[in-house]
């Protein structure tokens, strides 16, 4: 969040349901590894992602928190704007996603911060909540209940990079169809943030010695 980059809507659970941490691995898909697991008190799965990208960490965070430049690579991403920045490691963000009629489009109103730990990994946490400067919705306001990116530093010029999302879409979407689309979701947002990396625009973020939490 910071961008988060990808179609949120792909997960959708009831806000009281819990999350099985207990991740199955289902399939490696060109070095990158998909798990699913599942939501306690409904009929869907979650989905994982996790590859070794050839790029050092403070590049991806970059791409991370460019949030004008998110739709080049966040797909459905139809609006994204920065409501409140402190620093790069704290953003408020809004964002709207265009999915196919009669679907209404979803957005989110949420908080990204970013840490890091004992073992050097930046870990970006995400969570919906209110903003007083946020938009009028333009379809349904869903929920972003928890979403997570971890980097861990390879080396100069490699990061493993994991990413996981629990998000209630709200509104009446066919559960069949979140969990088709959330299969396919870890494959196609590592695929395209590899791909923004590639750009020449591209920069990276000068990082602290230690990202205390925030």
Same mark, same amino acid.
């Given at each position: 969040m910071l961008k988060l980059l990808f179609f949120i809507v792909l997960f959708g659970l009831n806000a009281q349901a819990s999350i099985n941490?207990?991740?199955?691995f289902i399939e490696d898909d060109k070095g990158i590894?998909?798990?699913?697991? #599942?939501?306690?008190g409904t009929k869907? &799965?979650?989905a994982r992602g996790e590859a070794v990208i050839n790029a050092p960490l403070n590049r991806i965070l970059f791409v991370l928190s460019d949030i004008e430049r998110a739709y080049e690579w966040v797909d459905g991403l139809k609006a994204s704007k920065v409501l409140e920045r402190k620093g790069i490691l704290e953003t408020v963000v809004y964002q709207e996603f265009g999915l196919p009629w009669p679907v209404s489009n979803r957005d989110f109103v949420f908080r990204g911060t970013a840490r890091s730990d004992e073992r050097g990994r930046?870990?970006?946490?995400?969570k919906s909540e209110d903003h007083p400067l946020a938009p009028k919705t333009t379809g349904v306001r869903? #929920?972003?209940?928890?979403?997570?990116? &971890?980097?861990?530093?390879?080396?100069?010029?490699?990061t493993k990079l994991e990413v996981e999302i629990v998000c209630d879409p709200k509104g009446m979407i066919p559960t069949w169809l979140v969990n088709l689309i959330q299969k396919s979701w870890p494959r196609k947002t590592l695929t395209a943030l590899m791909r923004q990396l590639e750009k020449p625009e591209v920069n990276s973020v000068v990082l602290p010695e230690k990202i205390e939490g925030l």
């Open positions: 941490k207990n991740w199955q590894s998909v798990y699913q697991t #599942e939501i306690a869907l &799965v979650g930046v870990i970006i946490e995400i869903g #929920e972003l209940i928890e979403s997570k990116y &971890v980097l861990t530093p390879m080396g100069p010029t490699k």
